[in-house]
């Protein structure tokens, strides 16, 4: 949340640097000391570096949110009931913010909320995929991004009426998450994958009964589950020996790969977002437009989802990201005191690729894994996006000295992470398998199969 002082005119650097010079006194801030952080604080000159301790702690936060709530919801509470704790959870720590009385309290209540509204995305997620057909799987993982961009979308036209408070505007985002909590979320089912690898096969079909009737047909009267042979969760026991991601060959260096490629997206998707501000125009506008480009990120990606493979188009949207960043180097220099729409203009197409490879992301992890450990492995994925998205508030800062800098790093990045994805296994129309063992034993036949086909 920044902000400039008065008494000069130019751009926001060039006021940042004047007033570093002043006496204390001799100027004041545009919207008075309390419409932000930064003003209310004093993080500037000195100081500044403290501005991006509170977003880098909120990814931080969100990394252990996610091995907690990922553990939870595959091993305890399942997807629904891990949802509702984190729903609970966002609102409560986003509304305590606005009471924060300096900035150590805040980073650590920004630390709180971060680890809170971890688990709502990847329940989400997992929940919604967990019950459709492989036709549909990647269709509706993408458009839930809909809403996800929409709240993006809604941000700018919150901040701006409480532009004189920012308290003002974390009680106004705490409502949302407790809405949808105490009255969306008790709708839901919970996933019939997870109870029967749970064991709980009864309930499973209690499920797929009452999804049957929504779409007007009824399940034969003598259906019966089967329980995946051994199912555990992922840190139960199999045969006496533990069965988990990282005891098995194949699934941990799936899941690093995964996390190497979802540590440079995380770092890029965040970065272009939060290096706005080291762009020569209105942040308002400029949020408004890499909000908007989410839109059709979220509607060209789900149509290629529908025919393309997910390895080639994440490795595609990663690679047009970081030459979108790199080419953005060419115009820092010329737009360094002038506002540039062409710099503007590539900024926003780097970040719907970057957008595309971020929600692809999670689809792609989602199918490269089963249910025992599906919501485990989707909060790896997460940790490494929020990961690096807690390390690119240091690089925006960096970036306001150099913007070029700042370019050329998350353009590289972005390149790297997308060569890396090249690595991982074709996922598209692959059954979603119940456990390690079973999805093991199977990719192994068809591995087999595929080879003799070719002989």
């Known amino acids: 949340m920044n902000n400039t002082a008065s008494g000069g005119g130019g751009n926001k650097g060039q006021s940042v640097g004047h007033v570093c010079g002043l006496a204390a006194g001799s100027w004041e801030w545009i919207g ?73 309290v805040y980073s650590f209540l920004r630390f709180a909320n971060g680890f809170a509204r971890s688990g709502n995305g990847i329940c989400c997620l997992v929940l919604s995929t967990e019950v459709v057909g492989r036709k549909w799987r990647g269709q509706v993982g993408q458009y839930g991004f809909f809403f996800f961009t929409a709240g993006f979308l809604s941000l700018p036209f919150i901040a701006y009426p409480a532009r004189t408070q920012w308290r003002y505007l974390y009680r106004i985002i705490s409502l949302p998450p407790l809405v949808y909590t105490l009255f969306l979320v008790p709708l839901v089912s919970e996933s019939p994958r997870w109870l029967l690898v749970r064991g709980k096969n009864k309930e499973a079909l209690e499920v797929l009964q009452k999804f049957a009737g929504w779409n007007r ?83 060209i990606g789900g149509i290629l989802l529908g025919f393309t493979d997910r390895r080639l188009l994440s490795s595609l949207s990663a690679i047009s990201a970081g030459v979108s960043c790199l080419l953005c180097i060419i115009f820092s220099a010329a737009s360094s005191t002038t506002s540039s729409w062409p710099q503007l203009t590539i900024e926003a197409i780097g970040f719907m690729a970057a957008s595309i490879a971020f929600n692809v992301s999670y689809i792609y992890c989602v199918e490269l894994f089963p249910t025992n450990v599906r919501n485990f492995a989707v909060s790896m994925l997460r940790q490494s996006l929020m990961l690096g998205a807690s390390l690119s508030p240091l690089l925006v800062v960096v970036g306001r000295l150099s913007p070029s800098l700042s370019f050329a790093v998350f353009g590289a990045l972005a390149i790297v992470s997308g060569t890396l994805s090249v690595w991982l296994p074709e996922t598209k129309n692959a059954p979603l398998y119940e456990t390690l063992k079973q999805q093991g034993e199977e990719e192994v036949k068809r591995r087999r199969l595929i080879q003799n086909t070719v002989v």
């Open 217 to 299: 047909k009824k399940l034969p009267n003598n259906i019966e589950l089967i329980i995946p042979s051994q199912a555990t969760t992922g840190t139960g026991n199999e045969g006496g020996k533990n069965e988990n991601i990282w005891t098995t060959r194949w699934a941990a260096k799936r899941m690093i790969t995964m996390m190497l490629f979802g540590f440079g997206v995380g770092f890029v998707y965040y970065g272009i977002q939060l290096n706005a501000e080291n762009l020569n125009f209105n942040l308002y506008l400029t949020v408004i437009i890499n909000a908007a480009m989410e839109i059709p990120a979220v509607f």
């Open 32 to 104: 008075g000391n309390i419409a932000t952080t930064i003003a209310e604080w004093h993080l500037i000159c000195h100081r500044k570096f403290l501005a991006a301790i509170p977003t880098s702690l909120f990814f931080i936060g969100s990394i252990f949110g996610c091995a907690f709530y990922g553990r939870l919801a595959d091993a305890w509470l399942g997807r629904k009931k891990t949802l509702l704790l984190a729903g609970i959870l966002t609102s409560t720590t986003t509304f305590l913010t606005s009471f924060s009385p300096n900035i150590w």
